[in-house]
Structure formats: structure tokens, C-alpha cells
């Protein structure tokens, strides 16, 4: 039974890949379109970096897809790991892709995160229904190639859509099944379910999500119906709903699991950890859209705001901005409302000019003389001028 199912994700490549790639859970890794020898989450980013892309916070950065097989088929890691490479090889051959198969849960199963920039093109990977229902009958065909039950996955899903509407609630309208039921449920009709296993991923996918203790522990009661006796700073617990049931004729001893005892990384230090990385991740993401949005402002302000000032090209001195402060040679110093001397003297010479031209000129009167007078006036002046010559005193070539 090849299952296979995915989902986008906005998140950095660097979180989906070290999940997968994490020791304690696979078991086999590769890659495809990558050098093994670098980072691939690196090389995710050089790639997006080449075509200008991938580096926005709402942009969409790889796909995440699971492919799982029937229990019945007792498939090796090595099988589901062939199955997975050639399904990436089908499906995405100008996508770099990175492979992982885990053994940690009781079904083995293998991981493929998808680059959704094409190293090609430099286009995005895009998968509507259509694209996503022909992944599914791929995964099925390849499986058949190698012996594995096929599924009807259709089927499945038309089952799935009527268990969601399962119950009756009590004004007698369909009630959803919470995911935590359906979770337990589907543990139940396996005789090998592993509590445990459902455990640690459930506290994973919180750990990927949350971003301090109160949201963690309120993701995984909402969710999975997991509580937390102890959620201190030093330790952790968790108390399973599958705690106390009777699977396959055993009775689940009731009580708490520490953290500690399902390895180091549920121990309280691992999810702070893990719960302060999201948190950073986020303010990052969060400065990062501030900054795109406060740009686009700024740009739609200048758009809206059009330049009506008319520069003259023609002139060749600009003309100072009256400030209120000269600028000499020496640096700034402040205008004074004294005027300076030349100034005070045009002023008086302005306001004595208009003085004089606001006096009412004196008029001469003039009449017209005679020969006879005339001749009169210059026999007495020499004759008065002749007398004055005669009482100057003589100069004798020697002072007295």
C-alpha cells in the first residue's frame, strides 16, 4: 500500500531537513540533484538566490511528502528508500530533493522534501488537485513494480470524508470526530500500536510549531488530548490518552511518562530549545515583513505624491532657501535685524533727498534792465573798485 500524501510549507527549508535527516530516526538518507558533502538546506538557498526567489516570508519554500507502505508487505528500508528515489526521480526530476527512511515508528516509512524552485527554469513547483490525485497514481504504479499491495486511495478518501461526520450530537446534527479520536482509533485497530511512538510524534509536530510552554502544552491537549502533569523548568511529563485502555488484551498501566525516559530530545531543555528557535524564527520573519511593507508604503506614497515644483535648467545658481541663517566661508552664524553702515547711510541720504524735494521752492523774480541801467551798474562798480585800490597798503618788497 503504497500511501502517499504531502503539503506545502512557507517555513525555511533548514526544519523540514533536520527532521528527517535526524539520527535517531532514519536510517537511510540521500539526495538527488545535491552534493552530499554541503548543507542541503544551503543549497535550497543558493538555488532560490540564483532566480530571485524564495526568500520571502509568505512565499512558499518546498513541499513535504511521506510515503508509507502496508504493513503486510514486511517492506525493508532499503525498499521503501528505492520506492521513495524512484518516485522523486518521476516526479520532480529538475527539483533537488532530499530522501530520508525512518524505522522509529511500528510502520516504516520514508520523507521527501521537495526544493519548489526548479534549478532549471528557476519556476515553482505548483500541485492542484489534478497534479496532487496523479502523484498518488504514480506512487501506486511504481509500487506495483515492486510487489507491494496497491491501494485504492479514492476509496480511502471517500471513507475518510463519511468518518468525519461519524456521531450523533444531542440536537440529533452530525458531529465532527476530533483528530485526537481518529488518531486513537486508528492506534486501536493495529494489535501492535506503540502509544510511545504516537507520543513523541505528536510532541514533535508541537515542537516545530509552538513558541513557549503555554502554547506547547495547550497544542498538544487541544489536539491530541495529551496532558502535562509536570511542565517545569527542569522536567517535563506526558500522560497519553492510550494509557489505561485494553489494546490487544493488555491493560496500558495508567499514569505519566517523563520526558527524560523517551529520550534527549523530549527533555525539557530540548523543547525550550527548540521553542526559543521558533520564536526567533518568527521575529525575524516578522522584522523582515515590516521592512516589505514600509517599502511598498514608502513607494505607493511617492506614486500618489507626484513632484509639481518646476526646476529652471537655464539657471546656474541656485538660489539660497531663506532660513533665517547665512552660511560664509567661516561656518554658520545668525542674521541680525541691524542694518549695516553703508546701508544706514543710503537710508539718510534717501530720506534728506526726499525732505529736500518735499520743500516748496522760492520763487525769484526777475526783471528785465535797461541799456541805460546796465551801463550804470558797471560805472560803479569800477568806480568802487578803484577806490579799494587806492586804501590797500603797498608792499614794499620787505616786511615790516
Not at 511500528?106 to 527554469?121: A, K, L, P, Q
Amino acid at each position: 500500500m503504497p500511501l502517499f500524501k504531502g503539503k506545502r510549507s512557507k517555513a525555511t527549508p533548514a526544519d523540514g531537513i533536520n527532521y528527517i535527516t535526524r539520527d535517531d530516526k532514519a536510517v537511510l538518507v540521500s539526495s538527488q540533484a545535491l552534493d552530499d558533502s554541503r548543507s542541503y538546506a544551503e543549497q535550497f538557498k543558493a538555488t532560490g538566490n540564483l532566480f530571485g526567489k524564495g526568500s520571502g516570508f509568505n512565499e512558499r519554500k518546498y513541499y513535504h511528502f511521506k510515503l508509507s507502505c502496508d504493513p503486510v508487505d514486511n517492506i525493508t528500508p532499503e525498499l521503501s528508500h528505492k520506492l521513495a528515489q524512484d518516485l522523486a526521480a518521476e516526479l520532480f526530476p529538475s527539483h533537488e530533493c532530499v530522501l530520508a527512511t525512518h524505522n522509529d515508528t511500528d510502520i516504516i516509512h520514508s520523507h521527501i522534501i521537495v526544493n519548489s524552485i526548479n534549478f532549471e527554469t528557476g519556476k515553482k513547483l505548483r500541485l492542484w488537485g489534478d497534479d496532487y490525485a496523479a502523484c498518488k497514481d504514480k506512487a501506486n504504479e511504481l509500487g506495483i513494480k515492486l510487489g507491494l499491495t496497491p491501494l485504492d486511495w479514492r476509496q480511502k478518501t471517500a471513507e475518510k470524508i463519511e468518518r468525519k461526520n461519524e456521531g450523533i450530537s444531542a440536537d440529533n446534527k452530525p458531529k465532527t470526530i476530533s483528530q485526537a479520536e481518529r488518531h486513537m482509533s486508528k492506534r486501536q485497530d493495529h494489535k501492535t500500536a506503540s502509544w510511545k511512538s504516537a507520543l513523541c510524534q505528536a510532541i514533535d509536530e508541537a515542537k516545530d510549531c509552538c513558541q513557549d510552554r503555554a502554547e506547547f502544552e495547550r497544542y498538544l491537549k487541544d489536539t491530541y488530548n495529551i496532558e502535562m502533569p509536570r511542565n517545569t523548568t527542569k522536567t517535563v511529563s506526558f500522560k497519553h490518552p492510550a494509557t489505561g485502555q485494553e489494546i490487544a488484551g493488555k491493560v496500558r498501566i495508567k499514569g505519566a511518562i517523563r520526558g527524560a525516559a523517551l529520550g534527549e530530545y523530549y527533555t525539557a531543555a530540548s523543547i525550550d530549545q527548540a521553542l526559543q528557535i521558533n520564536r526567533e524564527r518568527n521575529l525575524a520573519n516578522g522584522r523582515l515583513l515590516a521592512t516589505e511593507e514600509r517599502q511598498q508604503t514608502k513607494q505607493g506614497r511617492n506614486r500618489e505624491r507626484p513632484v509639481t515644483r518646476s526646476i529652471n535648467p537655464d539657471s546656474a545658481i541656485k538660489q539660497p532657501i531663506a532660513t533665517g541663517r547665512t552660511k560664509p566661508k567661516g561656518g554658520f552664524e545668525k542674521t541680525s535685524n541691524r542694518t549695516s553702515p553703508n546701508q544706514k547711510t543710503n537710508k539718510n541720504a534717501t530720506e534728506k533727498e526726499n525732505r529736500h524735494n518735499s520743500k516748496p521752492k522760492k520763487e525769484v523774480k526777475t526783471t528785465k534792465k535797461s541799456f541805460k541801467d546796465i551801463m550804470n551798474d558797471a560805472k560803479a562798480k569800477s568806480k568802487s573798485q578803484a577806490t579799494s585800490d587806492l586804501t590797500k597798503p603797498v608792499n614794499r618788497g620787505f616786511d615790516r
